[in-house]
């Protein structure tokens, strides 16, 4: 891939709302290259979205957990994604090696909510649950390395 193709999927990377007219400022392209470049890196699929950072803390929602939940019965169809995908507070399903099947990314306004939110995913999707309450996050949400 180009180098500045690259630098445009860097960008956008970093912030998903930045004008074409900022993207051709950065990179010394016009607008109209920029915009071409975007449009085929789109189409290849190199872009698939576009999303705005959100401030958990800003949104109401402080307290971040990881949630590991993990089958009672192995036997059973491995469908607790589909079960859980209703619950809004879920950021991330990640499947898992390991004891556990899955590990949730959940953020929540406070413990109450958390508690709640445990019984709800316990209750649709039939599992057990682990979950570690993340006390401050160094970073997050950096963007690939291209």
């Not at 307290?63 to 491995?78: E, G, Q, R, Y």
């Amino acid at each position: 891939m180009e180098d500045i193709n690259q630098q445009i999927l860097r960008l956008l990377a970093a912030d998903g709302r930045l004008s074409f007219t900022e993207l051709a400022r950065h990179t010394g392209l016009s607008v109209s290259a920029v915009q071409q470049r975007v449009r085929r890196l789109e189409e290849r699929g190199a872009i698939r979205g576009y999303s705005a950072t959100i401030d958990p803390e800003a949104a109401g929602l402080p307290l971040t957990a990881f949630v590991s939940i993990k089958p009672f019965d192995p036997a059973a169809p491995d469908d607790a994604p589909d079960r859980l995908a209703h619950l809004q507070a879920i950021e991330a399903c990640h499947s898992v090696a390991g004891e556990e099947s899955y590990i949730l990314k959940v953020r929540v306004p406070g413990p109450a909510e958390l508690e709640e939110l445990l019984q709800q995913i316990r209750a649709a999707a039939n599992v057990s649950t682990r979950t570690t309450i993340v006390l401050s996050t160094p970073y997050e949400g950096r963007p690939p390395m291209i």
